[in-house]
Each structure stands twice: as structure tokens, then as C-alpha cells.
């Protein structure tokens, strides 16, 4: 992804369960909320610094997941996002290029 394109808009619908981004170049990227949770980048959910880039798309799949509310988003200076899940988590930062390679239509 080029540096240049950047979040215009971020929509958080518990209700529907999904949060979508639309970007600066016309894409519409819609991530269950669930395979967001799963792929939380921090360290920790990562298991450990080795693995920091290692994620799972299929959990974007999942039939019948668990419901997972967000609580907030703070954006992260103009290069991420940090989500407060209702489970209390906090510590992942979801970089524009994280959320853009895991964008589900990637991954069909």
C-alpha cells in the first residue's frame, strides 16, 4: 500500500458488528469485528515479538462468531488506530497497512 492513502471516514457499528473504513483512494474495507479482535496486533495476542506480522485472515470467516463490542477508538498520531474492546483489551495499534493487508476482501 502506498503511504499516500490514508483513512477518509471510520465507522464502528456494534450492532452490526463490523467496522468500516473507507480510503483515500475509493476502497471500502468492512471488518467483522470478531476477526479484528483476533488479529490484534500487539505483542501479546501476537505471541510474542517473533510473530509480530503473523496474522489470520480466516478469522474474518468464522461462522457464527462471538459477539465483541468496541468501546473506543483513539487514532494513533496519522498512522493507526488503537481500539478498547469490550473484553478490556487495549494494547494493539492497527496500522493503515495492517488494516489495509487485512482488508477480508483480500482474502476470499
Not at 458488528?17 to 467483522?32: A, F, N, R, T
Not at 462471538?66 to 494493539?92: E, F, M, P
Request: net charge negative.
Amino acid at each position: 500500500m502506498e503511504n499516500s492513502v490514508q483513512p477518509t471516514g471510520i465507522e464502528v457499528s456494534n450492532n452490526d458488528q463490523v467496522l468500516e473504513i473507507e480510503w483515500s483512494d475509493g476502497v471500502k474495507s468492512v471488518y467483522p469485528l470478531f476477526g479484528l479482535r483476533k488479529n490484534c496486533p500487539c505483542v501479546m495476542c501476537r505471541g510474542g515479538h517473533a510473530h509480530m506480522n503473523e496474522f489470520e485472515p480466516k478469522m474474518f470467516f468464522v461462522e457464527n462468531p462471538s459477539k465483541i463490542d468496541i468501546k473506543d477508538i483513539q487514532q494513533v498520531g496519522n498512522h493507526a488506530i488503537q481500539i478498547t474492546w469490550a473484553d478490556g483489551h487495549n494494547s494493539g495499534m492497527y496500522r493503515w497497512e495492517t488494516l489495509r493487508f487485512l482488508d477480508p476482501e483480500n482474502h476470499k
